[in-house]
């Protein structure tokens, strides 16, 4: 008998889930029974043979909310028992053992990359996209992707602060869709005027940060072996990159604000 056909309904097996609902909810009078209802009712079941040999043999495999098996982890080894005990005699099929395991897809597990919050819907929106790709990229083709997107992102936030009559100093090519010199003149144009030395190595930082998240990220689009560490650097250098650009366009925001000389 082939190992893979052998497995049980799962409405038969939701079925068996309830009657031990059942049973644990008329006898709640210690802590394990306690524990035991818990998992039952934050748990699904399902069924595996262990092996070629013993295919009228299954194990039965508890997937239980994660929180709930924190709490009764000390105890999931009496409740194996227990469930083995109390379904014996009722499934159509030999229980030789239960298992009782965390289930590992209800755990979302913070992602270490947030948006930068701007004034710019579309922005946003990218940045949002971008971080999404990066936690759900399995394969070179999606981290591929993920360096298309952040120059993208680039290119949006380009638009949203680069004016040609204001940033053009005729030092770089700005013409179409270039916007790393877009970014790198308008910051450069943006802090030209400021009296603050950290302000201004900001700006030439920022310019250099820039050049080289774009540099980057060219690379991850046109590398044909992308890795994922690869592309959470393009994630890094946009987002970091859309974070200087809002610095300093709420630095003048707040210089205009108070009437002092405008960083131009």
Known sequence: ?????????????????????????????????????????????????????????????????????????????LLEKKFVNDLSNVVDFHLY???????????????????????????????????????????????????????SLLHQLALMVFDSKIHDKGKRDVGGENFKNQLSEYIEHELEGSSEKKIRKLGKSSVDFVCSSVDLMNATTHKLEAKKHLAELCVIGALSTVRIIKIISELNVETERKGDIKLV
């Open 97 to 151: 053992n239960v298992k009782i395991k965390p289930d590992l897809n209800k755990i979302n597990i913070p992602s270490k990359f947030e948006p930068v919050k701007t004034p710019w819907e579309e922005v946003n929106d990218y940045q949002n996209k971008l971080i999404d790709l990066l936690k759900s990229g399995t394969d070179n083709i999606d981290y591929r992707n993920i360096g298309n997107t952040a120059r």
């Open 1 to 77: 008998m082939d190992y893979n056909e052998i497995t049980v309904e799962k409405e038969k097996l939701e079925k068996y889930r309830h009657l031990l609902l059942m049973i644990y909810k008329k006898a709640t009078v210690s802590e394990i029974e306690l524990n035991a209802l818990e998992v039952v009712e934050n748990s699904l079941f399902k069924t595996k043979p262990i092996n070629d040999w013993l295919p009228n043999s299954l194990i039965l495999e508890v997937a239980v909310d994660p929180f709930v098996y924190a709490v009764a982890k000390r105890d999931i080894i």
